[in-house]
């Protein structure tokens, strides 16, 4: 017998492109054929790597982005790291997350797996990505060990917007004044400036 494995359903765009749609919005919820996640052993990783970014993406986009799957789902994150080109301020195709549980993170990643950026639409404006969506598990896992790493850690940049945040309490996407950033690391201003 073939096993079968859930992906998630692509929308079609109004322009004839079969990519994933609108970023801003979360995809269908999983068939009641996959099993649940609490059925399955959760794994002891909380932390994931999400690549393929599109590059213009700053962290606010992605903290409103993992809030709406986190409200839709029932998942909670703690912490969030974009790193960024700090010369050109676009990202590096990248990020971290830390969700509260091996479950939530495990879910996550069944999700958006393979997902299509497609039509992405920010403050500044939309534009189209061709990017698919990559998760893996990060080499640094759990929140106290992404402190540890991050927090006397100096970035050579003169925006705050650019540094790690935790967030204590985490977020769920449907609450969120609740949940204040809390920076990670330091601006190192004066390196900033010799290297532009």
């Given at each position: 017998?073939?096993?079968q494995e859930w992906r998630p359903k692509m929308k079609d765009t109004d322009?004839?492109?079969?990519?994933?749609?609108?970023?801003?919005?979360?995809?269908?919820?999983?068939?009641?054929?996959?099993?649940?996640?609490?059925?399955?052993?959760?794994?002891?990783?909380?932390?994931?790597?999400?690549?393929?970014?599109?590059?213009?993406?700053?962290?606010?986009?992605?903290?409103?982005?993992?809030?709406?799957?986190?409200?839709?789902?029932?998942?909670?994150?703690?912490?969030?790291?974009?790193?960024?080109?700090?010369?050109?301020?676009?990202?590096?195709?990248?990020?971290?997350?830390?969700?509260?549980?091996?479950?939530?993170?495990?879910?996550?990643?069944?999700?958006?797996?393979?997902?299509?950026?497609?039509?992405?639409?920010?403050?500044?404006?939309?534009?189209?990505?061709?990017?698919?969506?990559?998760?893996?598990?990060?080499?640094?896992?759990?929140?106290?060990?992404?402190?540890?790493?991050?927090?006397?850690?100096?970035?050579?940049?003169?925006?705050?917007d650019f540094l790690p945040v935790m967030l204590d309490p985490p977020r769920?996407?449907?609450?969120?004044?609740?949940?204040?950033?809390?920076?990670?690391?330091?601006?190192?201003?004066?390196?900033?400036?010799?290297?532009?």
């Amino acid at each position: 017998m073939r096993r079968q494995e859930w992906r998630p359903k692509m929308k079609d765009t109004d322009n004839g492109d079969a990519g994933g749609g609108d970023a801003s919005s979360p995809p269908s919820p999983l068939p009641s054929s996959m099993p649940r996640i609490e059925e399955l052993s959760p794994p002891s990783k909380t932390t994931v790597m999400i690549k393929n970014i599109p590059n213009q993406l700053r962290r606010d986009f992605l903290l409103d982005f993992l809030d709406s799957y986190c409200d839709t789902y029932s998942l909670e994150y703690d912490f969030l790291y974009v790193p960024m080109d700090f010369r050109t301020k676009n990202n590096l195709g990248y990020a971290f997350v830390n969700f509260t549980t091996g479950g939530a993170a495990l879910r996550f990643m069944q999700i958006l797996q393979n997902y299509r950026w497609s039509t992405v639409k920010t403050d500044e404006g939309s534009f189209l990505s061709k990017k698919i969506c990559n998760i893996t598990w990060a080499r640094i896992q759990g929140k106290e060990a992404l402190v540890e790493r991050f927090q006397n850690s100096r970035f050579a940049c003169d925006d705050l917007d650019f540094l790690p945040v935790m967030l204590d309490p985490p977020r769920n996407g449907s609450d969120l004044t609740s949940a204040p950033l809390h920076i990670l690391g330091r601006l190192n201003k004066r390196a900033f400036s010799k290297s532009c």
